[in-house]
């Protein structure tokens, strides 16, 4: 997030798209709705799922999934067309104007309507409460990013945020909220095949030189593969030996079939986990971790803030803490060098990380932990980015065309599916499937399906169906529902037994590589 | 800044403040039911009560705020008075099995009945008779238990707005509820139990797995392992075992937590939970030492290094583990293994 | 559209038309220059917020018009500025009639200082107190002098958006406001741009459904706002921050009639009557064992004397006067031996009751005043919100002791308990209701503690009221038919055929079927 | 005793009752008529009614349940065709209206606020209805029966069998 949690209180305009925030980031969404009801604070939604939020919403707009781009075009076409756009802070702060207006110029109410299949007076009003409103945040998460366009949905987002001049204020500001306790987290510390810590890029010769000094070791200058590529190599043979550290790509990972393909085509798996999950059965060795009560260490959450956790109990049976694990493993390897405490580790992270530089565990003992940046001792924290100027200096336009999703219905395959998160459970289960009150609320997995759709297939709710995609196939129950457009099914990709990943397409986007979680081709059968 | 006296010392305090923010900031403690700085005013309780000298009547402290010149009385006998006779009212329509409720220790009401020596409700007559209801998995409500101080309905309407419960009847025959009585489980409620973390007395209850007095826990400040909002919460721990969660109060997540948040914690002590190396033998997993397991790791990342090249091995860090763990684990790859092949599901 | 030209035409129309009426009906004459209703009922009494009650047809703007309506309305408008208005209602020292007397003109200018884009005025028509019908009366009998009330506040503070917030158990008064309203709006003094002014004022009438609570401002504004009529905290003066919380000024019905009379006649002339401190008249609603009940309208300071006997023609079926009660379940009985007091607010504080909406219930010799107390508490926990713990546990409870006194269980100490209860209720509640309810209590035992003691030691009830303190008793009329014996489901009644039986008292569960099956009239309860 | 609402045999007097949400969903505070007109048109308050309530309104169910229970007059059993309300005003209670609340009561079986199970008659006890100098009272529908002795009560009752 470029801004804080707690601005939202204060905004004037909350736009949120491809997230479903009262389910996923609870905590969020309660502050949001505290916005509404408090502050008077106007809401977009567009989603295509009616979610809790939309009706909340001043507009709610049921896009096609997979339509963002043309959407985000469409509001930004309003805008200019009202005269909306910060015409000062496009003037200072930005470059490439010319060509944004160049190219959402085509993307008329009308033409976007009929792309995302919403109403074009509902995309003017949206646009014309985000485009009048003095300080608006977008929030978004999967929705956005899930897509082969996902680098594109991105940009659009930020380009609209640019258009309105709501970048550097507060209570404004471009919100990815991220699903994972700390994916933020673990993307600056550079769990990134292109990346050192603080986004440093591994083939630039000047952080390579810095890497190897602080750590006396020779360091590869060539950029590693995504986790899409390393499977892709395993099943190659390219890849023979990987260790996994707290992952369950069994379940998590798109064509969970190429995943299992994969793996076994490697000659030793090592996974760490603190359950036995569904990688596990594939693993040569596994090893027990210490989960988050278990050790000291530090999250970075979605506005980046960087908080401690805190060792409650000793680590269950013989299992150690992550980073002991690997730091034995490392110095048995012959790296030599020994912590005796993540602190130590925080304080080697803050000498090479320009973003960390001042944070260390005396720090942040203050409850509201720091956020980054924070390149000094002294230094505050940041509440909001760009509040001086813009990360690369002036912000960028990067325009960009819509374009349709890799795999779109056919004759064959005639629904569109989706997945996503849902309240009760987290990521693939391994810890809330063994909590009994979550298991209770939802024992298992299930689709959701419109009403017409259902009707015409004979479905009922709670009726069992198949769905099958190009690349596997899976029996659910099937659950009846009215928040989702006819001919769009939706499901949450938590359980292992009906895992939605097998139907899921691989396709990534071609810059940050993520695959297309959000729109896959599927046929649908009831099962008597 | 306005001047006042509280128990006969004169005050120089910021305006636009209440009577109870003012002796709270000056450490005089006035005992409050219904009070909640993140919520409205209620007033109800009646246990901050103070004596403002030309006021007819007591007054809330909670909802009055200071003016020039108030001359305040936060203990004397009219105030203790009132206190104790609405301590004992309270008491009179409360089920006094402090025995055996789990609240006991933490229970404000009992707090209070000691502070002021209210051994027991007086009055003998009509007492509240629901049954307790069991349908929401996460936690239980008995409503004969519960004092009307409306913080849960309060915090499920103003904070979490989720509205689930709300007040059904009036006068003495008010309660807590859910529509038509449908009970939490069929409600709107989405578990987050921010009401629960709110109910000064045991009329909202977590079901724990484990029996534990406050007294026996200690409270471990944390920053919860779901979703990315980070929230801060205290693990209560009792020996090796954590047997409970509570909100952060002071934090940005201002005392919410959502339901894998508050009550998502009972995986830590899972039976499920891998305790000791493993490595697989003819299909078969068995146990084993870290020594067995660190030598096999250590011969086949040696091997694979030697005949294909480091690039032949990858590692995948996680969203879930910390900061050092992730610095920990590409550091591994990258300055102990030799390749940059690491990544993790941050796109997932 | 309306004009001050235009409103004298329509009076001069109207007026000879009234006189006609009014000559055929023959019960009205003219006295001061006013016409007043005929008779000795009426002859002390002097009606200002009556006025038009029973004179004029209530469906009628015409005749409302005919005496003088809307011609204050009309005539501020243009030569008064809004601070006059408040200035004047200032003067006139006018007090709120709803119970607390509370003086009009400074809510009012509290509401006119405090500036919003918004505000609002509220007619509190939730008359609630049992035994008060002055409000249904004026709303059923002159609607529209409300409704001119409202209009000359709204101008006074800037508010174009009223509500009358009425009982449904009132469906008459209903339908008459609403009469009223749609025919003020036609007439042009309602509505947009009153007398061609640019003031515009509406008022939009708003059922309760149940609740007396609601009869307190702040619960009556949440009920408005579509909530439970649970009364405000209150860290706001409703002046500033009321209904939705904009400047929001509440006015009762009593209050808002008198008010057209006094921009008429002029605040002095308006503090010529009553008391100096309690200027002007009262209403009450006089009931119970009175021979002529009926609505009083006397000047402030008159003597209970004077309005029980002089008027009222005192107890009725030749029994003695004992207590009147004044001010619903928020006030007191007062003995007869107080009946010189004047009534007015100051007073009737003083005695331990208060001047409430003006229900005035008088009470002889067979009424018991501990039972008394106890249905007024009855009504309190009944009508209870249950916000607050004092109100909603202490009445509770204050009931249940007088519940355990009038059954015959009573202990000696319960009556401290009440009267130590009394004071945590009456200075630890939320709102008025929790703090007055102990009232019929307290002002009991203070005038009548020996019928509790009577209840308490000797377990008899001196009125002969309460059920559970009398016994069954067989007179000397009994003919020995031996019907009650054999009706007597616990067989405790005695005697021979043809002679006089008698009931062991100790085992009758005073079922009553004895009294019931007695041909002659021989069983008594005593 | 349970009292079922069927929703599809009353289809359409729920759509009428929709189009009186519709026309008056701007009016602020507008829960009270609402739920006004609900209990004039339906008799009584049902369940499925206050869901429709909010859903069209948006307003949680919580609450709208919270207001239908606070005020006496809701009730979520119906009505019987006669409505008989006894006022326990001042004037009327001592005036013996206990006694004639309880005659009521013997006639009909039923208790007050309870309705027969014919659907016939229901008792509400009611506050001061301002009819004071009529004492004891009871509205019986529209019809005002004042100065009542317990003995008129059945031939009363009588009349609207």
Known sequence: ???????????????????????????????????????????????????????????????????????????????????????????????????????????????????????????????????????????????????????????????????????????????????????????DMAALPSDYPGYQKVFKEEVAEKFEKAWEVNLSRKVGLTVAEMLDAAEKGDIRTMYIMGENPMVSDPD???????????????????????????????????????????????????????????????????????????????????????SEIMDEIASLTPQYGGIDYVRLEDKDGLQWPCPTKDHPGTKYLHGTAIARGKGLFVPAKYKESAELPDREYPYIFTTGRILYHYHTRTMTGRVEGLNKQVPEAYVEIDEVTANKLDIKDGDKVRLTSRRGSIEVGAKITDIISEGVLFMPFHFAEAAANYLTNPALDPIAKIPEFKVAAVKLEKID | MVKLTINGIDYEVERDKTVLQVCNDIGIDIPTLCHDERLEPYAACRMCLVEIEGAKNLQTSCSTKVREGMVVHTHNDKVMDARRDVLDLLLSNHPIDCLTCEKSGQCKLQDYAYEYGVREGTYVGEMRNKPIDDSNHFYTYDPDKCILCGLCVRVCDELQNTNAIGFEDRGFGTIVATPFDQGLGNSACVSCGNCVSVCPVGALMPKYDTKFRLWETKKV??????????????????????????????????????????????????????????IKKDGEFVEASWDEAYKLIISKIEDTKAKYGADALAGLSSARCTNEENYMFQKFMRAAIGTNNVDHCARL | MMSQEKLREIKENARPLLDERLKVEDKTEVRDGNIVLKGDYYKKQVRIALRNCEIILPESIEEYIALDGYSALGKMLFEMTPEDVVNTMIESNLRGRGGAGFPAGRKWLEAFKYDADQKYIICNADEGDPGAYMDRSILEGDPHSVLEGMAIAGYAIGANQGFIYVRAEYPLAVKRLQAA???????????????????????????????????????????????????????????????????????????????????????????????????????????????????????????????????????????????????????????????????????????????????????????????????????????????????????????????????????????????????????????????????????????????????IRDKTCPAGHCQALLEYYITEDCIGCTKCARSCPVSCISGKVKERHVIDTDACIKCGNCMEVCPVGAVILR | MEFKFDMEKNKDKVEEFRVFIDENRDRPGVLMPVLQEAQGKFGFLPEPVLEL???????????????????????????????????????????????????????????????TPDLKFSITPTRCIGACGLAPVVNIDDDIHGKLKVEDIKGIIDKYR
Not at chain 3, 273 to 289: C, D, N, Q, R, Y
């Open chain 1, 1 to 187: 997030m470029t801004n804080t949690i707690e601005e939202i209180l204060h905004t004037d305009a909350i736009f949120i798209i491809g997230s479903n925030t009262t389910e996923n980031h609870p905590v969020i969404g309660a502050t949001m709705k505290q916005a509404l009801r408090n502050n008077g604070t106007k809401l977009v939604v567009a989603d295509p799922r009616r979610i809790e939020l939309a009706d909340y919403a001043d507009v709610y707009l049921q896009i096609k999934p997979g339509t963002n781009i043309a959407l985000l075009n469409g509001i930004m076409n309003v805008i200019i067309e009202k005269g909306l756009q910060d015409r000062e802070f496009i003037e200072k702060n930005t470059e490439n104007y010319e060509e944004l207006e160049e190219i959402v110029k085509d993307y008329t109410p009308e033409k976007v309507a009929e792309i995302c299949d919403v109403k074009a007076e509902d995309i003017i009003k949206a646009a014309t409460i985000y485009g009048e409103a003095d300080k608006a945040g977008i929030f978004y998460a999967m929705g956005i990013t899930q897509h082969t366009t996902g680098t594109d949905g991105v940009m659009s987002i930020s380009n609209l945020a640019l258009l309105t001049g709501n970048l550097g204020k507060e209570s404004a500001g471009v919100n990815p909220l991220r699903g994972q306790n700390n994916v933020q987290g673990s993307s």
């Open chain 1, 256 to 342: 969970i079939n190429h995943v299992k393909k994969a793996l076994e085509s490697l000659d030793f798996l090592v996974v760490q986990d603190i359950f036995f999950s569904e990688t596990c059965e594939l693993a040569d060795v596994i090893l027990p971790a210490a989960s988050f009560a278990e050790k000291d260490g530090t999250f970075t959450n979605t506005e980046r803030r960087v908080q401690r956790v805190r060792k409650a109990i000793e680590p269950v049976g013989k299992s150690k803490p992550d980073w002991q694990i690997i730091m034995e493993v490392m110095n048995l390897l012959g790296y030599d060098k020994k912590y005796s405490h993540p």
């Open chain 2, 221 to 278: 400040r944390t920053t919860c392992s779901y979703c990315g909002v980070g929230c801060q919460m205290d693990l209560l721990v009792k020996g090796d075992k954590v047997v409970g969660v509570e909100p952060a109060f002071d934090t940005f997540n201002n005392g919410l937590l959502c339901v894998k948040g508050k009550f998502g914690y009972k995986f830590i002590n899972h039976g499920d939970r891998l305790k000791t190396p493993l």
């Open chain 3, 181 to 455: 309203i749609k025919q003020a709006k036609e007439y042009g003094v309602l509505g947009n741009n009153i007398f061609g002014t640019d003031f515009s004022f509406d008022i939009e009438l708003r059922l309760g459904a149940g609740a007396f609570v609601c009869g307190e401002g702040t619960a009556l504004m949440e009920s408005i706002e579509g909530k439970r009529g649970m009364p405000r905290v209150k860290i706001h003066r409703t002046a500033h921050r009321g209904l939705w919380q904009k400047p929001t000024v509440i006015n009762n019905v009593e209050t808002l009639a008198n008010i057209p009379v006094i921009f008429q006649r002029g605040a002095k002339w308006f503090r010529g009557i009553g008391t100096e401190k309690s200027p002007g008249t009262k209403v009450f609603a006089l009931v119970g064992k009175v021979k002529e009940s009926g609505l009083v309208e006397v000047p402030m300071g008159t003597s209970l004397r004077e309005i029980v006997f002089d008027i009222g023609g005192g107890v009725a079926d030749g029994k003695a006067a004992k207590a009147v009660q004044t001010g619903g379940p928020s006030g007191g009985c007062i003995p007869v031996e107080l009946f010189d007091t004047p009534v007015d607010f100051e007073s009737l504080a003083k005695i331990g009751s208060i001047m409430g909406s003006g229900g005035m219930v008088v009470m002889d010799e067979t009424d018991c005043m501990v039972d008394i107390a106890r249905f007024f508490l009855e009504f309190s926990v009944d009508e209870s919100c249950g916000k607050c713990v004092p109100c909603r546990e202490g009445t509770k409870r204050m009931l249940e002791l007088l519940e355990k006194i009038t059954g015959g269980n009573g202990e000696e100490e319960d009556i401290a308990r009440m009267e130590s209860l009394a004071v945590t209720i009456s200075t630890g509640s939320l709102c008025g209701l929790g703090q007055t309810a102990p009232n019929p209590v307290t002002s009991t035992l203070h005038y009548f503690r020996d019928e509790y003691e009577a209840h």
């Open chain 4, 53 to 115: 309530i909010s859903q069209d309104l948006r307003i949680p169910l919580a609450d709208i349940y919270g207001v239908a229970t606070f005020y006496s007059q809701f009730t979520f059993i119906p009505k019987g065709e006669h409505n008989i309300s006894v006022c326990l005003g001042t004037a009327c209670y001592v005036k013996g209206a206990e006694k004639v609340l309880a005659e009521i009561e013997k006639v009909l079986g039923i208790k007050s606020g309870g309705t």
